[in-house]
């Protein structure tokens, strides 16, 4: 089954420690991307990569890291997790910008 | 399941009824048009696309209508049903970015 599977799903952490979300795709899709979602506002894109080892920022980069080693895996790195990211976070992937495929989401809580 | 939205605008159709869900853009360089479906606990899904050189494209029961002369877009569903209930939202894409923007959404609910 074509699917992104990301992981954990859900995450209760504190400010400050390091962690990952990860996000994989089975489909050999190049683009990959992660988006925020917060009440009130719009998908918000956070870092994209066209193809392995090429990633480029999107509306709202900071605090945030990624890496694409091999084209199936897109992890988000937060160095060190504040407050202000708790949010929903979505990974996505397409052969091209346009037709993505969602993962289910990861609920995220920095207290 | 998740929110996604607080305050979203909200439709309410009756099952069988024809919903049409509006979308204003803001960037006028915008030639790529997306709208998409967000079941509660879900990822968003892909509904239909439009291109800018286009101003009406059908799917299964759904019709994207662009209106680039007031940077408006609709999406029509057409003998809703109650599967269809879902938050609708859509994005945009200017020529050589490679990053969307997203509108808020709109709630659509149907009562059987």
């Known amino acids: 089954e074509a699917q992104v599977t990301q992981n954990p799903r859900y995450l209760i952490t504190v400010t400050g420690k390091k962690l990952t979300v990860t996000c994989s795709q089975n489909m050999n899709h190049e683009y990959m991307s992660w988006y925020r979602q917060d009440p009130g506002l719009g998908l918000r894109q956070i870092y994209y990569s066209m193809n392995v080892e090429v990633t480029d920022k999107g509306d709202v980069p900071e605090g945030y890291k990624v890496s694409r080693k091999e084209k199936r895996n897109f992890p988000l790195i937060l160095e060190s997790p504040s407050p202000n990211q708790t949010s929903l976070y979505f990974c996505?992937?397409?052969?091209?910008?346009?037709?993505?495929?969602f993962g289910p989401g990861t609920r995220l809580t920095v207290l | 399941g998740e929110s996604v939205g607080l305050h979203l605008p909200t439709l309410s159709v009756q099952e069988g009824d024809n919903s049409i869900i509006n979308c204003a853009y803001s960037?006028?360089?915008?030639?790529?048009f997306i709208w998409y479906k967000q079941e509660s606990g879900k990822g968003p899904q892909f509904i239909i696309d439009?291109?800018?050189?286009?101003d009406k494209r059908q799917g299964q029961r759904v019709t994207v209508l662009l209106n680039k002369t007031v940077k408006h877009l609709s999406l029509q569903i057409a003998a809703t049903q109650p599967g269809d209930s879902a938050v609708y939202f859509c994005a945009e894409i200017p020529g050589g970015s490679y990053i969307p923007t997203f509108g808020r959404g709109t709630s659509l609910i149907v009562h059987p």
């Open positions: 960037n006028s360089a915008s030639d790529y």
């Open positions: 996505a992937s397409s052969r091209t910008s346009n037709e993505q495929f």
């Open positions: 439009i291109r800018s050189n286009m």
